[in-house]
């Protein structure tokens, strides 16, 4: 009877556990994308004032939206490793 309870206990948590790494993953990669938009528009915004700068802005921004989805995809893949 205790090991049943404590299987049934275990069973319904994993629900939990799931929908809390849906939530995580999810909310990794709406954080990314505002991010990266964030990151687009300011350099446009750079750009506008400063076109003769226009190929160091977009290189750092092109390097700085690499990093923020490489850390995106890492925070997707942690929170859905976290349900195995």
């Known amino acids: 009877m205790i090991t049943l309870s404590i299987l049934l206990q275990a069973a319904a948590t994993m629900g939990v556990a799931k929908m809390g790494?849906?939530?995580?993953?999810g909310l990794a990669a709406i954080g990314a994308g505002l991010g990266i938009g964030k990151i687009g528009g300011s350099a446009l915004e750079s750009i506008a004032r400063q076109p003769e700068a226009s190929g160091d802005i977009r290189t750092n921004m092109i390097v700085a939206a690499a990093l923020i989805e490489?850390?995106?995809?890492?925070?997707i893949i942690i929170c859905l490793l976290i349900v195995l």
């Open 21 to 25: 790494a849906a939530l995580g993953a």
């Open 70 to 75: 490489g850390a995106a995809f890492f925070a």
